[in-house]
T-cell receptor, first 115, second 116 residues
Framework: DTEVTQTPKHLVMGMTNKKSLKCEQHMGHRAMYWYKQKAKKPPELMFVYSYEKLSINESVPSRFSPECPNSSLLNLHLHALQPEDSALYLC??????????????FGSGTRLTVV | DQQVKQNSPSLSVQEGRISILNCDYTNSMFDYFLWYKKYPAEGPTFLISISSIKDKNEDGRFTVFLNKSAKHLSLHIVPSQPGDSAVYFCAASPKNYGGSQGNLIFGKGTKLSVKP
């Protein structure tokens, strides 16, 4: 299995809703990432998990809450989002320490719209 | 301020010819440079990487050149095929210290169109 699977592919949520984005990989990767990409912009790192522990939080607002329940799963819990949070949310994974050389494997993303 | 820059938003090339995609960077502490390809409605796909201690890496039709003095890298695709039409992102990875997992910093991307 060489894929990162993200669900749902599309999500529309109100500003008072609580929702979760899910990401799953079975490549034995122990580093997992959340990126956010706005239209015509590059992907921007949000969070990094290494061996299921949060290692990087790029000053992301607390309305985004990541969770890594095991080595294959990564969740992003969303609460009280703003319309400007609408974006493509990408999950990625890699081997720890060699992601820079061999690249991260990205999922297809969740297109989030906040209304 | 952008640390990784792709100054050409788009590039159009005839099938069979060479495509050259360019990328500039400002930080001398990058360890690896990577190229990703992205089709609409899909996540980025890793293409090729180069270590900061190398000046060239080749994989099939794809070659990446690194000019450290100019802080410039380029991706050459020869021969270009219509299926290569996509957005290409340049990314850079800062040197990691203490074994921690680092970040990839992406450029804004260049949209390549290969015409039959």
């Amino acid at each position: 299995d060489t894929e990162v699977t993200q669900t749902p592919k599309h999500l529309v949520m109100g500003m008072t809703n609580k929702k979760s984005l899910k990401c799953e990989q079975h490549m034995g990767h122990r580093a997992m990432y959340w990126y956010k990409q706005k239209a015509k912009k590059p992907p921007e790192l949000m969070f990094v998990y290494s061996y299921e522990k949060l290692s990087i939080n790029e000053s992301v607002p607390s309305r985004f809450s990541p969770e890594c329940p095991n080595s294959s799963l990564l969740n992003l819990h969303l609460h009280a989002l703003q319309p400007e949070d609408s974006a493509l949310y990408l999950c990625a994974s890699s081997h720890v320490g060699s992601g820079s050389r061999y690249g991260y494997t990205f999922g297809s993303g969740t297109r989030l719209t906040v209304v | 301020d952008q640390q990784v820059k792709q100054n050409s938003p788009s590039l159009s090339v005839q099938e069979g010819r060479i495509s050259i995609l360019n990328c500039d960077y400002t930080n001398s502490m990058f360890d690896y440079f990577l190229w990703y390809k992205k089709y609409p409605a899909e996540g980025p796909t890793f293409l090729i990487s180069i270590s900061s201690i190398k000046d060239k890496n080749e994989d099939g039709r794809f070659t990446v050149f690194l000019n450290k003095s100019a802080k410039h890298l380029s991706l050459h695709i020869v021969p270009s095929q219509p299926g290569d039409s996509a957005v290409y992102f340049c990314a850079a990875s800062p040197k990691n210290y203490g074994g921690s997992q680092g970040n990839l910093i992406f450029g804004k991307g260049t949209k390549l169109s290969v015409k039959p």
